[in-house]
């Protein structure tokens, strides 16, 4: 398998993911347009994908999917609370509209798939684990906290798309209304990079061998501040696997590539 960021922020957000029998996305927060041209430039036609996953309902993670979907009828793989809102509010065929249940797994492009909840001011809000035979990947941002469900979901992959949204001083001393700032900062906001490195710490003990750092926030955050606060903490471990995890950044509009298998 192969998972590869195409945008990555609170502008928009959208993933691919490929394996030897197909293709599908991991959201659609950018345009039709843009995510036709990003897939035609990685080689691929929007039309051959086998599906979409779908995180939760927020803007930057569908907006560009009613007409994507009108175009392509791509089927839409998503909690009940988000393919209830998709049909109502995107007007989203019931036909092409498939619920997951966290914690159950199901099957789609040769992945077997597993949605798992996480703690976000979303309806039905999820992150996915991702595994072809004994490989395995992780995609999981928007979440105000990590959770042992969380944590077990994502035990044992070799990489994983994580979030670190924010650093806690820009947010606190940024130009954000005191609402907004609170919302973020809040058990169903998003990661700071603080919690951020907790997670990826978690998860290089239990394995992963590259992280990418995603949705970092355009105004509360930047690439080197989540860089720092990840890898400090990876390097302060005692286990050298953890010291040895790769940790990259997720570009707010460009390609970062992780592959699953072990070299």
Do not use: W
Not at 202 to 208: I, N, P, R, V, Y
């Amino acid at each position: 398998m192969r998972l590869t960021t195409i945008a990555s922020g609170s502008s928009g957000n959208c993933a691919l993911l490929e394996t030897e029998t197909g293709a599908l996305l991991i959201d659609a927060g950018l345009t039709c347009k843009r995510i036709s041209v990003a897939l035609n430039t990685l080689r691929l036609s929007p039309a051959s994908l086998r599906g979409i996953l779908i995180t939760h309902e927020h803007s930057d993670h569908i907006s560009g999917l009613p007409v994507f979907v009108r175009q392509t009828r791509v089927p839409v793989y998503a909690p009940g609370a988000v393919c209830a809102y998709l049909h109502k509010t995107c007007a989203i065929p019931q036909e092409l509209l498939f619920e997951v249940f966290p914690g159950e797994r199901f099957s789609i492009c040769g992945v077997e798939a597993l949605a798992f909840r996480t703690p976000h001011d979303a309806a039905g809000s999820v992150g996915y684990r991702l595994a072809c035979g004994t490989d395995s990947l992780g995609y999981c941002t928007d979440l105000g906290h990590v959770t042992d469900e969380v944590l077990e979901a994502l035990r044992g992959v070799r990489a994983a798309v994580i979030e670190c949204n924010h650093d806690t001083d820009m947010l606190r001393y940024g130009p954000y209304p005191a609402y907004l700032k609170k919302r973020i900062a809040s058990d169903v906001g998003h990661l700071s990079n603080r919690l951020g490195a907790v997670l990826a710490e978690e998860l290089a003990k239990s394995g992963a061998a590259e992280l990418v750092l995603a949705h970092l926030s355009e105004h509360n955050n930047t690439p080197e501040l989540a860089l720092r606060a990840v890898t400090e903490r990876l390097a302060a471990s005692e286990d050298e696997a953890v010291r040895s995890c790769k940790v990259y950044i997720a570009p707010r509009d460009g390609f970062h590539t992780i592959c699953s298998a072990s070299k």
